[in-house]
């Protein structure tokens, strides 16, 4: 598992055009206020290293604010304060999804919006990037650009903040496919489920692999990086978003024991016999039912 979470991928999920409407999300979460106060109040100024470079740059600029568990550091409150009820929001989604009880949890993570390509080249600069990184999060700190200039922002963000939930709920040995899938299916369903309270028609954006590029499991849930081809990474996201929706849908709560055992770093098959009893017995097994959902666009997973 890499330290830096570099999803150069997600970025381009946000072609897919739907309307945000920040207004309309912030309206929903009444429950999250946004408050602009100095650095000095904020609760928690530990920073990475990469914490440090990002607030080096243009450092008299940077605004600061805070919501129940994260601290956003920002040039304009327009464009963080959207993000801030969206990660509350996908806060709130895992947290309950995943039966995570952290009331009594003190210390925030921060979230780093960048607007302009001029700072966030040099952030990626200073932090020694790969120049296609579109998002970055790393030991418990999330970076992002957002442009203000474009309004259809699809589930980029809530990908993002649901990587950065993740790590600050199991830490940052969950295998790649299951961070990707997961980060995938949750900020999916959580778009669809903003979108349908504000009467938008969503269209279904699982996406199905093509048959011909369905990776074997056995491979899949063993990567360590992203495949070096375009094509495979596409797959690569699909088939762990579709992975990850079918094993939630089979058992839920199996779903989140599988989960904390993976985290855990047990081999996926030890994880799979403790989630599911026997449901699947074996990789073969889970692998003959998944292909099927997995390469069918319009096939429902399995239910509970
Ligand atoms: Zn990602």
Request: proline share 5%; net charge neutral.
């Amino acid at each position: 598992m890499p330290a830096l979470l570099r999803c150069r991928f997600c970025h381009l999920f946000a072609a897919l055009v739907w309307a945000a409407g920040a207004q309309g999300l912030l309206a929903q979460t009444p429950d999250t206020p946004f408050t602009e106060r100095p650095l000095a109040e904020t609760s928690d100024r530990n920073f990475t290293p990469l914490g440090q470079a990002a607030l080096g740059i243009r450092s008299a600029d940077w605004k600061h604010a805070e919501t129940a568990n994260f601290i956003y550091h920002y040039f304009q409150s327009f464009v963080a304060a959207p993000v801030s009820v969206e990660a509350e929001f996908y806060y709130r989604v895992i947290a309950r999804e995943l039966e995570k009880d952290t009331t009594q949890w003190e210390r925030k993570s921060h979230i780093f919006v960048f607007e302009t390509a001029e700072d966030w080249a040099a952030f990626q600069k200073r932090g020694a990037l790969d120049p296609w990184t579109g998002g970055i999060h790393s030991r418990g700190e999330l970076f992002l650009r957002r442009d203000p200039q474009f309004r259809f922002k699809g589930n980029t963000l809530g990908h993002e903040v649901a990587h950065l939930v993740v790590d600050r709920f199991f830490g940052s040995n969950v295998p790649l496919w299951l961070n990707e899938g997961y980060a995938e299916y949750v900020s999916i369903r959580g778009y669809a489920a903003f979108q349908r309270a504000r009467n938008y028609r969503m269209r279904p954006t699982s996406v199905a692999v093509a048959n011909a590029q369905f990776i074997p499991l056995a491979e899949l849930t063993a990567a360590l990086s992203y495949p070096q081809d375009v094509l495979r990474v596409e797959a690569f996201y699909s088939e762990s978003e579709r992975l990850t929706r079918f094993l939630s849908a089979a058992n839920k709560s199996g779903f989140g024991v599988f989960f904390e055992a993976l985290a855990k770093g047990a081999r996926f098959e030890t994880a799979l016999s403790r989630g599911f009893a026997g449901r699947f017995p074996s990789l073969e097994a889970l692998e003959r039912e998944f292909r099927k959902y997995a390469t069918n666009e319009s096939g429902a997973p399995p239910q509970d």
